[in-house]
């Protein structure tokens, strides 16, 4: 019988438990400056926080859905649901594509693009805490592993 203490599946789910928990409880010491509320005082999921994200870091091109959608690896009816919310959320709005009128891009509202540099500092403050005591070797160690991980789920 497998023991599933010792499997991979167990061992990554537990891990991202204790993550999420470990941000959560964070997330609920900075009330006053908790930028995952939207205006409407809703909190946005951590999918879009990583939508946020990826459009911060791509500020410079034009992203519409289906870049989303590759880079998430998500459904065409979840990235569109994920744009819509996002809107509703005042965290986006959408333009014509310059190349293609029926195409939208997506571009970060300046709420957003104001609560990323806070969202980057405790993204940085919560990656040096999950690194504590790991050494380099170890660190590269484990993202070859995990991606390996990636390659055999393909």
Not at 19 to 27: K, P, T
Not at 44 to 59: D, E, V
Request: charge should be positive.
């Amino acid at each position: 019988m497998l023991n599933f203490k010792e499997t991979i599946v167990y061992n990554i789910r537990d891990l991202s438990n204790h993550i999420s928990h470990y941000i959560q409880n964070n997330d609920e010491k900075k009330v006053g400056n908790n930028v995952f509320v939207t205006h409407g005082s809703e909190r946005i999921s951590r999918l879009q926080g990583m939508t946020a994200g990826f459009l911060y870091t791509h500020q410079d091109r034009q992203v519409i859905q289906k870049d989303l959608e590759k880079a998430m690896s998500i459904s065409k009816s979840t990235a569109s649901g994920l744009v819509q919310r996002m809107v509703k959320n005042g965290l986006i709005y959408t333009t014509p594509s310059p190349d293609d009128a029926r195409v939208k891009c997506l571009n970060l509202t300046t709420y957003a693009k104001d609560a990323m540099n806070e969202i980057n500092n405790q993204a940085e403050t919560t990656e040096k805490v999950l690194q504590q005591g790991i050494s380099p070797e170890d660190l590269a160690t484990f993202f070859k592993v995990i991606d390996q991980i990636r390659k055999n789920t393909k």
